[in-house]
Structures are given as structure tokens and as C-alpha cells.
């Protein structure tokens, strides 16, 4: 998830709580935060969207944010950020397009430094804004089971992932111990 203004807002980074703040109920103005003297308009997601959910998770509840204008997508929440140059909002990193000009992303200021948003830094956990997802897989699955895991981190699905507003680890390879012979009976003499 990433924090995207309008390109004409001087703001290029934001440490977590002042993008915390801009979405509370106290940010009624972008004087404190940019130096314009007008009025914070929020933008974002549906609740059930990914990026809502980890903005709730990892942010702000959703009810502690001030009024917030709800769109069905992460692109049309672009879209109105775009035509808005005193817009905020949130979206999966993913929506963003590649060659992008219509928004500009902001830089988050950790204590390792500014982190901007890019595969390495959500991969690696730099970006504060991410969450990993892990596959598990018993060991003594079924073949239909491990051939299934095997597709997941083979790259295959990379684009089922972006399209869920993911990113792809890059591909893998998964292999399972081989199955222990276990004796047949118990022959004593």
C-alpha cells in the first residue's frame, strides 16, 4: 500500500504518522503539512479492498479517519487523486501504473532512512506499509497438493498476484524431503 497526492503538492515524503495524521480527523488543512493553505480532501477504497484493510491494519482504523471519499478501485481512487491537487490517498502499490505521471507516490521516512515503494523494499520489509503472505505445505501432503505449492512460487501466477494487489516474490524453486520408507511389517525371530 503507498500514499499517492496530486503531482503539483510539494509533499515528496511523509513519515508514517504525519500520513496517519493527513487521514485523521484533525488534518483539516495542508498548511501544517506542505505549506498549502487549503483543504485536505481524503480519497480511498472501498472497505473490502486489500489496501483498506492494511491501511486499517498497519495506519489508522477506519474510524478514526476524516471524511473520505470512497471509490469501487484503487484506479479510479488514482484517478480522482489526479484531478484533485489537494488529494491524499491510499492504494494498492500494484495500481499504479509503470509509467505513471498522473500521481506522485510518496517517500515514507523510517529510521533507516526515506524508503520509497518498489519490489525490493516490499519484498525485503523495508517498505512499512506491506505485509508478506506464506505458503505452508505438509510434508506429507498429497502430490496434488505439492505440484500446487510448486505452481504457486514458480512465477507462474506473478500476474494473478499484481492483479490482487501483490507483489510477486520472485520465482522459486520448492522441493519436499523424500517420503522415509517405513518397513513393510514387523519380522522378529
Known sequence: MVFAVHPAN??????????????SLLARSWKPFSGADSPVRRYAPFASDPAAKLFHEKVLQLSQCGPI????????????VALDPQGIAFVDYTAIPKDNK????????????????????????TWPISQQYYLYVNPKASETAKDFAK?????ACAEVFRKHGMVPAPPQKLEFPAAATQPAGNSSQ
Open 10 to 23: 510539494t509533499m515528496e515524503i511523509a513519515r508514517l504518522e504525519q500520513a496517519r495524521e493527513l487521514f
Open 69 to 80: 471519499t470512497r471509490k469501487k478501485t484503487s484506479a479510479e481512487v488514482i484517478a480522482a
Open 102 to 125: 498522473a500521481i506522485k507516490v510518496l517517500g515514507i521516512v523510517t529510521d533507516k532512512g526515506i524508503v520509497r515503494p518498489e519490489p525490493k523494499t516490499i519484498l525485503d520489509g
Open 151 to 155: 505452481f504457486i512460487v514458480s512465477g
